[in-house]
């Protein structure tokens, strides 16, 4: 029944779509599923490392997807500082390199007390690492497949 109400072209998707995003602007949109989706791949690797009760795989995912994830949000809050408010060009441009070297710096230290502290896997580590990127990539994907048929996101366009 859901696949066919999904199949369903025109303004009935266009409502499925306004209704999921809820009034967000694209920005939001973006933020949104790219957690939902990271989150939503982290939840599903530590189910599945449990299941093969590969503990230290599990606690690397971890790790790597907590600082993934605090760094994603760390850029986001950049990002919406630099765009916000309306500073001189090229010190708005300072200090948002300031701010991406010290976060740099900062996933470096957490990584490096992780990897000395605590009993990981390197790879899981890695994964884990990857959660933020592959989320925005199936939100990418899910989004796109959405557009596809329906007029969704037009209605903010100016023609």
């Known amino acids: 029944?859901?696949?066919?109400?999904?199949?369903?072209?025109?303004?009935?998707?266009?409502?499925?779509?306004?209704?999921?995003?809820?009034?967000?602007?694209?920005?939001?949109?973006?933020?949104?599923?790219?957690?939902?989706?990271?989150?939503?791949?982290?939840?599903?690797g530590l189910i599945g490392f449990g299941l093969f009760r590969m503990w230290d795989w599990a606690l690397g995912?971890?790790?790597?997807?907590?600082?993934?994830l605090l760094s994603f949000r760390l850029i986001v809050l950049s990002?919406?500082?630099?765009?916000?408010?309306?500073?001189?060009?090229?010190?708005?441009q300072w200090i948002w390199w300031a701010r991406s070297l010290l976060r740099l710096l900062g996933v470096a230290i957490i990584l490096l007390l992780v990897i000395?502290?605590?009993?990981?896997?390197l790879v899981g580590v890695a994964l884990g690492l990857l959660a933020v990127q592959l989320g925005m990539g199936g939100y990418l994907v899910v989004r796109s497949s959405f557009s596809q048929s329906s007029n969704a996101g037009t209605e903010d366009r100016k023609l």
């Open 79 to 92: 990002v919406i500082r630099f765009t916000g408010r309306p500073a001189s060009r090229s010190r708005g």
């Open 61 to 68: 995912f971890a790790a790597g997807a907590i600082v993934s």
């Open 116 to 121: 000395i502290y605590l009993p990981v896997n």
């Open 1 to 44: 029944m859901v696949f066919k109400f999904l199949g369903l072209p025109g303004p009935v998707q266009g409502i499925r779509q306004r209704s999921f995003t809820g009034g967000m602007n694209e920005r939001e949109q973006f933020v949104r599923g790219a957690l939902l989706g990271a989150l939503g791949l982290v939840v599903a």
